[in-house]
Structure formats: C-alpha cells, structure tokens
C-alpha cells in the first residue's frame, strides 16, 4: 500500500486536454495522479516534460481498445493503492473531415473508442471506486447538437432518464450497423460518428449517477463535460483555446468538495450545466 494513499488516473494524457488535466492535478490534487496513454514512449516523455516544470506524475500503459491494459491498471491500483478516488476519461479519437475512411469504418471506429473503450474502463475500475470518488468522463458540445440532430424517436430515447446501459449499447450499436450500411441517416442518425459516440458518452454519463445512487459507497459523483474548442492535434490547431482553458472545467469536476449535489450526474460546460434534451 503506498503510503501516499490518494491516487488519480487520467486516460490519453499524453497530450493536448489530457496532459493538461494531468499538469492541473498535479498542482491540485492531494495524492498521486497517473498520466495514461497507449503509446509507452510518448507518455514517459509527456511525464518527463511534466517534471520540468517540477510536477511530479507517474505513469502507467493503458489502451482502451485492449482490455488486457485496463485490466492490469486495474490490478496494479488494486495492489498498491486499494482502490481508485479520482478517474478523467479523456481518452478518444477524431477523425479529420478530409479523411478518406468510409463512414462506416469512421463510425465503428470511434464508436469503439470513445463509447465502448470508456465505457470498458469505467465498468472495469468503478468496483474500486472510494467512498467521495469523482468520475468526469469528457464529451463535447457536439453531443448536444448531434443528439438534437436525430429523429424525434431516437432522441427521446437518449434523454430519457430511465434509459439503461444495455440500451444505450444496443443504440450504438445500431448505429454503427446501419453506418455500415450506409442508411444511418435514413434510419433517423445523423451524419457524425464523433457526435455520435459523444452522445453516448453523455448518456452513459447519467445512467452511470444513477447507478451509483444505489451503491453502498457514499458520495461517487460522475458528470460529463466538454472542454471547448481548443487548439489540439484533434481539432487540427482550429481551436481558440489553450490546453490549459480547455482543461478548467475537467479540473473543476474533478476538484468537487466532497457531498457534492451538484453538478451530479450532468453535463457541464464552461463549469455550467447543460440540458439534456
């Protein structure tokens, strides 16, 4: 057990949001934070560059597309920490507008990813979750807007708030099925696998309270959030805000004082809530 029992692990923190999340804890958080990314070198080097500036991250591999990866972070914090108290999902992908993939390969990709990788990590490291945790799984904007781009049918299912995880999968599902078949559209999907998978990551966001609501461990808060447009490999430099204004609002979810009632089980942005709907 190390004698320094708080710990923290932010996933794809190699650059952009994620490493700035990780600089951020560093100077906030009272424990050890783990900055993660699946490529070793890049995140030893991130985590070198970090110490020059006299901040003091540890590493640790994790890939969320290989389970093999979550599963050893998870029993490595199981064996030196007992537990996980602070967990930032800022692991995922993008692809640019100019990329030639097809778009059901974009969509089963990103799907895979930024829902189903994320989803794998929270179902792996939740369990070990302490009593006061905080979970703060990053989406985006897009999320709202991609959501209210879908039929009327589907929408309402997404915002409904007695929609479950299963249900949400199958709706992911789905939408990459008919992405592959081309007919998302026609089947009342918009045209975005980003904005689709960052729906999902908003709603699983809420199912994920919810459930917590019922666990025995007092005061798990988990929200979603989206940084803004800031200027990363992701948005191709487009973004007008640094790494560092990009990381506030992941920063301030994942400071939350303990007993939190809100922000809870929300989207947040620019520190405000959001609706749903």
């Given at each position: 057990?190390?004698?320094n029992?708080l710990v923290?692990?932010v996933t794809g923190a ?7 999340i990780?600089r951020g804890?560093?100077?906030q958080?009272?424990?050890d934070?783990?900055?993660t ?5 890049l995140?030893i ?5 970090l110490?020059k500036?006299?901040?003091?991250p ?5 890939d969320?597309t290989?389970p ?5 972070l ?6 030196t920490y007992?537990?996980?108290?602070l ?5 995922g992908i993008?692809?640019?507008v100019?990329?030639?993939?097809p778009?059901?390969e974009q969509a ?5 990813t930024?829902f ?10 939740f369990p070990?979750?302490r009593?006061h945790a905080?979970v703060?799984?990053v989406?985006?904007?897009?999320s709202?807007?991609?959501v ?6 589907l ?9 479950s995880?299963e ?7 789905d ?6 078949k081309?007919s998302?559209?026609q089947?009342?999907?918009p045209?975005t696998?980003?904005?689709t998978?960052k ?8 199912i994920?309270q919810q459930?917590?609501?019922k ?8 929200n979603?959030?989206c ?9 191709s430099?487009?973004?007008?805000k ?7 609002t992941p920063?301030?979810l994942a ?8 922000p809870k089980?929300?989207y947040v ?9």
């Open positions: 057990m190390s004698g029992n923290a692990v190699n650059k952009g949001v994620g490493f700035a990780v804890l560093c100077k958080f009272k424990g934070v783990f900055l990314a699946r490529n070793e070198e995140g080097k991130a985590v070198e560059d110490k500036e006299g901040l003091h540890k590493f640790h591999i994790l969320l290989k093999e990866t979550i599963n050893k998870k029993i490595f914090l199981q064996e007992g537990g996980l108290d967990l930032v999902n800022n692991a993008a692809y640019k100019s990329s030639t993939a778009f059901g089963e990709v990103t799907v895979r930024n189903t990788g994320t989803l794998d990590v929270c179902e792996s490291l070990i979750l009593p905080r703060v799984n989406s985006s904007l897009v709202l807007s991609a209210k781009k879908c039929s009327d049918k929408r309402k299912k997404f915002v409904d708030p007695n929609l995880m249900e949400l999968k199958s709706l992911l599902n939408f990459v099925v008919e992405a592959k081309g998302h559209q089947a009342g999907w045209n696998a980003y904005g998978s729906i999902g990551v908003t709603a699983m966001s809420i994920q459930e917590l609501l666990d025995s461990r007092t005061d798990i808060v988990v979603a959030c940084p803004g447009y800031v200027n990363t490999d992701m948005s430099h487009k973004g007008t640094t790494i560092d204004q990009g990381a506030d920063l301030y400071m939350l004082p303990p007993n939190t009632l809100s089980g929300n942005s620019d520190r405000k809530i959001g609706k749903w709907e």
